[in-house]
């Protein structure tokens, strides 16, 4: 008999002792495995989009930590290039995209049923991980949020504080919210998609949603994940939801009831005691350990995992960091963190 897996189980509101565990970016920098892997694709976006390879990153922290779920290897930015963007990566500096300001850029976009073609080898890297990954392991696929998407489609890069993005709401807001419904449609199609080929819940990723306030917060953060949520339901009944509006402080309350997400991901700029009194209260949490302590380790490391563990005790929780772990990050220290978690919290 398959037992049901920590992850779903969690997702599906069961309180549990020990909570899953994983890690966002866990397959990256930090690991010699994936240098090595990257190093054979050439180069990021090659890795992205060769499915065996993909698939072999996606396993490797699984193998080294047993993580009790895979996310998918991919980037929320292939969505903008699968739309038409042009795409590429700046060695040591980042995403650079040709940018979308006007409506003669927008008209030029394909439509979000035309995505597929491009984004194929992404489900093909879904599908072979539906295989291999071990029985207790749930496969998480993911996308961006509109927003966050549409902040690197507009600026053609990532910005301090999504200035371009803001610039556009007010010079053009008709523009905008052409561009951010054209990336929700998307956005539908290529969960959808990944759910069919073998996903078994979806993340969103709203990165920047906390540079979202008042009215505009609720326009392009929270109805956009409400309307992707409810067709994704629509499709793919029983496939669970976590959304991730990350740094969106006190409007974390009532996230999950208003876009019907069955999880809401923290960052560290909410205390885990104050999140499971006023989020977790509603259904699962994800997080929030601060990722520098995968850098740091020691004592601190175990204290403040004991403490999140012991902060979401009452009720469904996924430990995870509170953003994704970085480059200079010790694999030790990540043993170490999962060594503690499942010593007992
Ligand atoms: O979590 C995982 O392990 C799954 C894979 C994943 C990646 N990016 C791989 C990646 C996921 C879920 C993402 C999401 C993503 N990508 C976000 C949202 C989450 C967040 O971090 O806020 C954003 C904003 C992006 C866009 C992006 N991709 C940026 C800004 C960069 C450059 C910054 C950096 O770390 O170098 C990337 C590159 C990227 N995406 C890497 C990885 C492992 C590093 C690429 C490399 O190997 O050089």
Not at 213 to 227: I, Q, S
Not at 310 to 335: C, K, S
Request: glycine residues 8%.
């Amino acid at each position: 008999m398959v037992r049901e897996k920590k992850l779903m189980k969690a997702l599906a509101g069961e309180t549990q002792a020990v909570p899953p565990v994983w890690m966002m970016r866990q397959a990256g920098r930090y690991l010699p495995e994936y240098r090595a892997t990257r190093a054979k694709a050439g180069d990021f976006l090659s890795l992205c989009y060769t499915p065996d390879l993909a698939a072999e990153v996606t396993l490797q922290p699984i193998r080294r930590f047993g993580f009790d779920a895979a996310i998918l290897f991919a980037d929320i930015l292939l969505v903008p290039q699968a739309l038409g963007a042009e795409l590429w990566f700046e060695t040591g500096e980042g995403p650079r995209l040709s940018t979308v300001t006007t409506p003669g850029d927008l008209a030029a976009l394909k439509d979000a049923q035309d995505i597929h073609d491009h984004l194929a080898p992404v489900y093909e890297t879904v599908r072979i991980l539906a295989r291999e990954l071990p029985d207790e392991t749930a496969l998480i696929g993911f996308a961006g949020a509109p927003w966050t998407v549409a902040t690197y489609m507009i600026a053609g890069r990532g910005t301090p504080d999504q200035g371009p993005a803001h610039a556009l709401i007010a010079e053009d807001r008709a523009t905008f919210e052409a561009l951010l419904e054209r990336i929700t449609e998307a956005t539908i199609e290529y969960l959808s998609m990944q759910i069919e080929a073998g996903a078994e819940t979806v993340k969103l990723f709203d990165s920047w949603a906390g540079s979202l306030k008042g009215e505009d917060f609720d326009k392009y953060a929270l109805a956009p994940a409400r309307r992707i949520i409810a067709a994704l339901k629509a499709r793919h009944p029983g496939t669970p939801v976590i959304a991730f509006p990350r740094e969106a402080n006190e409007r974390y309350i009532g996230f999950a009831k208003a876009t019907g997400a069955d999880c809401v991901a923290l960052d560290n700029s909410v205390s885990a005691s104050w999140a499971a009194q006023n989020v977790q209260k509603d259904g699962c949490v994800q997080g929030n350990l601060a990722p520098k302590h995968m850098v740091t380790g020691g004592q601190a490391l175990i204290d403040e995992t004991r403490r999140v563990v012991e902060a979401f005790r009452g009720g469904p929780h996924i430990f995870n960091l509170g953003h994704g772990i970085t480059p200079d990050a010790d694999p030790e220290n990540v043993a170490l963190m999962v060594e503690t978690l499942r010593a007992g919290g």
